[in-house]
């Protein structure tokens, strides 16, 4: 695979969307190329994500399932890993504080997941049902920050040299 900044435009905004499904974000990082090393990138992605409106915002936390819901896309799935197996009442927890926590905040409950135990995410979920409409917002912006520079650092490393601790624990 040709390097990020080798690829065609549409490609790029392809592959960054696959990271963070908002349009404007892929876009904005897309044109930004060519970046002179991986970091420049990363940084870059995260001035853009720390931009986006609040409508742009909406539209990335919409590529993102549920906690604890069956992920339709290989990266949540990956991320999920830790939520596979996870004991039947910690997995009905969640999905009632995941229902408590959208009613209260009007977004999916979005956390850096990567591997982490259901019981350790609904430990999460828990704490921030107490936080406020904004302070919520914040954290939840700089878990999508978190979950866009995994997926970033995923997409930027060739797939032979990554490997991924959670995933070859179910292998």
Known sequence: MPSFN????SQAIHELYECCSSRIWAL???KA???SDDEALLEYADLILAELTEIDLDEALAG???IGDRPDNPSSAREQSGVAGAD???LTDLKKLNAEY??????????????RPA????????QRMHNDPETERRVMRMELAKINRSRLTRMLTPASAYRDPAVEAQA
């Open 119 to 126: 019981a350790e995410l609904l430990d999460i979920l828990k």
């Open 33 to 35: 190329r060519p970046f």
């Open 102 to 115: 959208e009613e209260k905040f009007g977004h999916v409950y979005l956390v850096f997941a990567n591997g």
């Open 6 to 9: 080798e690829l065609t435009e």
């Open 28 to 30: 904005r990082v897309a």
């Open 64 to 66: 993102h399932p549920r």
């Open 88 to 90: 039947a009442d910690v």
